[in-house]
C-alpha cells in the first residue's frame, strides 16, 4: 500500500506567530489543500507562552481576556468569498476568550512551569476523539481556519499546529 503524504504543518497567514496589537483587524490563519487533494485532519496542538503567571479563568496567556477571541471552523471559498461550513468549537459560534477555554475541546491541556522563565499551556484536540476527523476537499475551495480577534500582544508566542494527512478523492 503507498504510503500518503504526512502533514504537520503551523495554520497560517504570512506568518507562524498568533499575536495581534490591540487595533488590529481579526487575522485568519488557516490550512487549505490544493485542487485534486484531499486532507484527513486528524489533530490539532496548540501553543501559548507567555512571561507572566497563568491564570485559569479569566485570562489568556497571563494578561487578560482576549476578546472578541478565537473562533475555528471549516470554510470553502467560491468565488472569493469564504463561508463558514461548521463551527469547530460548537455549533454555535463560540469563541476562546481564557486560558480555560481550551479546556471545553481539549482533553489534554497541560500548564508547563519550569519554576524560572516563561510559562506555557499546550493542548492536544484529537478530532476523531471529539466525533470525526476534520476533511479539507481542494477541489471545493475548503480550509481549517481559526479567526484570531483582540489583543494578545501580551503573549510572547502563539500557534496552532494540525497533523493529518493526504488522501485520495
Known amino acids: 500500500m503507498p504510503q500518503s503524504k504526512l502533514i504537520s504543518t503551523m495554520l497560517r497567514a504570512g506568518t507562524l506567530t498568533q499575536i495581534l496589537n490591540a487595533d488590529a483587524d481579526p487575522v485568519t490563519f488557516s490550512i487549505a489543500p490544493s485542487a485534486g487533494q484531499v486532507m484527513q485532519i486528524n489533530r490539532m496542538l496548540l501553543f501559548v507562552r507567555d512571561n507572566a503567571a497563568f491564570a485559569s479563568s479569566e485570562d489568556y496567556g497571563g494578561g487578560g481576556a482576549l476578546d472578541p477571541g478565537i473562533s475555528l471552523g471549516v470554510y470553502s471559498t467560491q468565488d472569493g468569498v469564504a463561508d463558514q461550513l461548521s463551527y469547530l468549537l460548537t455549533d454555535v459560534n463560540h469563541t ?60 510572547v508566542d502563539h500557534h496552532l499546529l494540525v497533523q493529518g494527512h493526504y488522501i485520495s478523492q
Request: aromatic share 12%.
Open 96 to 155: 476562546i476568550k481564557t486560558n480555560a477555554d481550551w479546556g471545553a475541546y481539549c482533553y489534554d491541556l497541560a500548564l508547563v512551569d519550569w519554576g524560572t522563565g516563561d510559562e506555557m499551556i499546550t493542548a492536544r484536540w484529537t478530532f476523531a476523539k471529539s466525533g470525526k476527523p476534520v476533511y479539507l476537499s481542494g477541489d471545493k475551495g475548503e480550509s481549517l481556519a481559526a479567526v484570531v480577534a483582540g489583543t494578545c500582544s501580551h503573549l
